[in-house]
């Protein structure tokens, strides 16, 4: 077995343990008991996808000091995160646009809080070096694994990408599959295209991935989205937790941005990344915490018209009627 190799197994372990494990959560050892030493009341059980925002939060020193209780409820992928949220198991989800809507869609009781914002560069179209698929035309007639689910933005930028070329959705045969196991099907050359995000888009180019087309020059949103559940927005004292969590994450990712060194090392340490990998996962994160806006909300909205135009999203979202403003502003 290769390093490479073993860092990508690694990685995928660590991911599948994460799914594993979500339901009960870790202690942040961060959060401290509050400034007067007591313990606090409030527990703020923070959903997460692959480590990302913890890893994130405890490189930057996000939640030292603060008055509340951390946990962290671990994912593969959005849609288990989701399942989580629906059962009460996690008070906020980290998910891009389409996740988030989709789970709207479906009833998932939360409200978008604030938004995350990058280039798009980390959602892309992968295909194996020696295959004939050069370009998003290509794809005509053949199979692409979209991960991790319906309604994942790697699937929003599969149906832009293929418009963009003039095909339409029904062009291509779409299959779904988690990260992990569409990962070890790849490496055996078992998939003609996956539409995939993240660091498993990071992994796949370093183990010879080509990547024909990412999510950059608008075909995706860029936009992510911070959400919490109902429930813990109609607790008063929680719903005041969750106001300083949020703006201690924007400024974990202003800490990113000032740090890409040691924010790499992070995520060497604690997802067993290779430090190829871990650079990509930093030149592509999310940048910046930022409210919702109008031109936030416009732009989601789109993606949600798109996806429901080719039926993926049914029923369509309002995105403006499923945020809740109150909690991050400038």
Request: aromatic content about 6%; overall charge positive; glycine content about 10%.
């Amino acid at each position: 077995m290769t390093r490479s190799t073993r860092a990508l197994a690694a990685a995928l372990a660590l991911s599948a343990l994460a799914l594993v494990t979500a339901g009960c959560g870790t202690q942040d050892d961060s959060a401290s008991n509050g400034p007067a030493g007591a313990a606090s009341d409030v527990t703020l059980t923070l959903g997460d996808q692959a480590k990302n925002l913890q890893t994130l939060a405890n490189a930057a020193g996000a939640f030292k000091g603060a008055p509340y209780q951390v946990k962290w409820a671990e994912f593969e992928g959005a849609a288990p995160l989701f399942q989580a949220a629906q059962a009460g198991a996690a008070d906020t989800t980290y998910a891009a646009d389409l996740p988030t809507l989709q789970a709207l869609s479906g009833g998932v009781p939360i409200k978008a809080v604030a938004a995350l914002r990058n280039d798009g560069t980390s959602v892309g179209i992968v295909t194996r070096k020696n295959s004939t698929i050069r370009k998003v035309a290509d794809l005509k007639g053949r199979t692409v694994v979209v991960s991790s689910a319906k309604g994942s933005i790697s699937e929003y930028l599969l149906a832009n990408a293929l418009q963009q070329a003039g095909l339409t959705y029904s062009d291509v045969k779409v299959k779904y599959l988690l990260p992990t196991d569409a990962q070890a099907a790849f490496g055996a050359g078992r998939i003609d295209a996956w539409a995939i995000f993240g660091v498993y888009k990071a992994v796949a180019t370093q183990q010879g991935g080509r990547e024909i087309v990412n999510g950059a020059d608008g075909r995706v949103s860029g936009y992510g989205f911070i959400g919490a559940t109902d429930k813990a927005l109609a607790d008063r004292s929680k719903k005041q937790a969750l106001a300083d969590a949020v703006k201690r994450l924007g400024t974990a990712l202003k800490w990113a941005r000032t740090h890409p060194d040691a924010y790499a090392a992070a995520i060497r340490k604690n997802n067993g990344a290779s430090a190829e990998v871990a650079r990509t996962i930093v030149s592509q994160s999310y940048g910046e915490l930022v409210p919702i806006t109008p031109e936030v909300t416009q732009s989601v909205q789109k993606v949600a018209d798109t996806m429901h135009g080719i039926k993926v999203l049914d029923p369509n979202v309002t995105v403006a009627d499923s945020v809740d403003t109150s909690l991050y502003a400038k």
